[in-house]
């Protein structure tokens, strides 16, 4: 069974500003976006690629991350707007499969790589975050009525 970690996300605006997101767990990890969705997916971005990084230089991944109590009761709660949750399966935790397919389509992925692996997992990796991020839209959507109703009148 694959580890699954979720880490809060502390989501701030100040008045003439765009959303900010910073993560207790990971001092620094920050990012912005002009809109919830935004800094919602430009937050999963920033935490996926630091605990990438920090996978890939052998730093250890916070095993026990804060809970909603406890980033509450942060620095980074000040100014709070709301939460989100990203979730984290650590990089270097892989497990072997066995795939079968046609054999035409993976000629064709030779094609366009020595590393099969790699490909594969790249490539899922592009898909389900547009999946993600499609699924983001629609639950802010679902969230917040009021929105759709903005973007319809605006256009």
């Known amino acids: 069974m694959v580890r699954k970690m979720h880490f809060i996300g502390v989501i701030h605006k100040d008045v003439d500003s765009d959303y900010g997101i910073s993560f207790p767990d990971f001092p620094g990890c920050i990012s912005a976006g002009s809109t919830l969705q935004e ?33 509450m009761k942060h620095a980074y709660a000040d100014g709070l707007v709301t ?7 650590p990089p270097s935790e892989k497990v072997d499969i066995r795939l079968s397919i046609p054999l035409v389509l993976l000629n064709r992925i030779d094609k366009f790589t020595d590393d099969r692996n790699t490909w594969f997992t790249e490539t899922a990796i592009q898909h389900l975050d547009e999946i993600e991020k499609e699924k983001s839209r629609l639950e802010l959507d679902d969230t917040f009525p009021e929105r759709s109703r903005m973007i319809s009148l605006e256009d």
Request: proline share 5%; glycine share 8%.
């Open 83 to 89: 939460t989100c949750v990203i979730e984290v399966i």
């Open 39 to 71: 800094v919602i997916e430009m937050g999963r971005e920033a935490v996926h690629g630091l605990v990438e990084i920090m996978d890939e230089e052998g730093e250890t991944i916070p095993e026990n991350p804060l809970t909603l109590d406890q980033v």
